[in-house]
């Protein structure tokens, strides 16, 4: 395991993240998506943390999980705000700021 | 040996797991898969020497993020869109353009890193980032940014409420 390997996978999982945000419709998967994109970074940054043997990547990677925490409390307050309000989360209908 | 081994296994539980959150229909299992996900990622934390790092993994995202995800995603009662609904083709074409865009960025991220990172001076794993050491910068030379994400945290958990909270009536 080298840190090729570790970023290869970070950019794998990101990847799939990105492609899924885009190509999904039910919002709280695309919550769920932003998750996986959160985690492939907190990964990179691991790896880079050991390669150059310190401990900022991982005082940076309680950064980003207690942002990802605060970031999942206020969506699935906003989901279930929406939900109330428009009784679906297809992302597909919802669609008061188009053109 | 082992360590590749183990890396290779749990690298492909937490990729598999991650496409079955794309892949899956019914949100419960997307939510379950995810879960599978952060495991695997949480492995591959210990793997790597950060077992503070993996015990964090474990206790906030998927002792409190998913059951959040889950409680909500129950409590709705959301279900999947139909098999066979037509993809949107701007959501295809996005969805490469995000791919092919973390792939260059990848790519010049690593040309930088090779650039500024003299050859050979990591390698070895680091013996153990054990707790006292991490609670040491995160307390001293990180204190402003650990106290900020406190507020944060909280400005998040009030806001969330806000939100949520059901509009009275102006009678």
Redesign the interface.
């Known amino acids: 395991?080298?840190?090729e390997?570790?970023?290869g996978?970070g950019?794998?999982?990101?990847?799939?993240?990105?492609?899924?945000?885009?190509?999904?419709?039910?919002t709280?998967?695309l919550?769920?998506?932003i998750?996986?994109m959160l985690?492939a970074v907190?990964?990179i940054l691991?790896?880079f943390?050991?390669?150059?043997?310190g401990?900022?990547g991982?005082?940076y990677?309680?950064?980003i999980?207690?942002?990802?925490?605060?970031?999942?409390?206020?969506g699935?307050?906003?989901?279930?705000?929406l939900?109330r309000l428009l009784k679906t989360?297809?992302m597909?209908r919802i669609n008061f700021l188009k053109g | 040996m082992i360590?590749?081994i183990l890396?290779w296994v749990l690298?492909l539980a937490?990729?598999a797991s991650?496409?079955c959150?794309?892949v899956l229909r019914n949100?419960v299992n997307?939510?379950m898969a995810?879960l599978a996900?952060?495991l695997a990622?949480a492995g591959?934390?210990a793997?790597?020497?950060?077992t503070?790092?993996a015990l964090?993994?474990v206790i906030?995202?998927i002792g409190?993020?998913l059951v959040?995800?889950l409680f909500?995603?129950m409590?709705?009662n959301?279900k999947?869109?139909a098999a066979g609904?037509p993809?949107?083709p701007a959501?295809?074409a996005?969805?490469?353009a995000?791919?092919g865009?973390?792939?260059g960025m990848?790519w010049l991220g690593?040309r930088a890193v090779n650039l500024s990172?003299p050859a050979g001076?990591?390698?070895g794993?680091?013996p153990e980032?054990g707790v006292a050491?991490?609670a040491l910068?995160?307390f001293t030379r990180?204190l402003l940014?650990f106290e900020l994400?406190s507020v944060?945290?909280l400005?998040?958990?009030v806001?969330?409420?806000l939100?949520?909270r059901k509009e009275k009536d102006p009678s």
């Open positions: 395991m080298s840190l390997h570790v970023v996978l950019i794998v999982l990101f990847s799939i993240g990105a492609a899924g945000f885009f190509l999904l419709s039910n709280v998967v919550l769920l998506c998750e996986v985690n907190n990964l691991a790896g943390s050991r390669y150059l043997h401990t900022e991982q005082v990677i309680f950064m999980m207690t942002v990802a925490a605060a970031e999942a409390a206020v699935l307050a906003i989901l279930v705000a939900y989360l297809d597909s | 360590e590749t890396f690298a937490a990729v991650a496409l959150v794309v949100p997307s939510v995810l996900a952060m990622t591959l934390y793997l790597m020497g950060a503070v790092v964090f993994q906030v995202y409190a993020v959040l995800f909500v995603v409590l709705l959301i999947g869109p609904t993809r949107n959501a295809v996005a969805s490469a995000a791919v865009l973390t792939a990848a690593w990172i001076a990591g390698g794993l680091r980032a050491e991490i910068e995160l990180h940014v994400t944060l945290l400005a998040a958990a806001g969330a409420a939100i949520t």
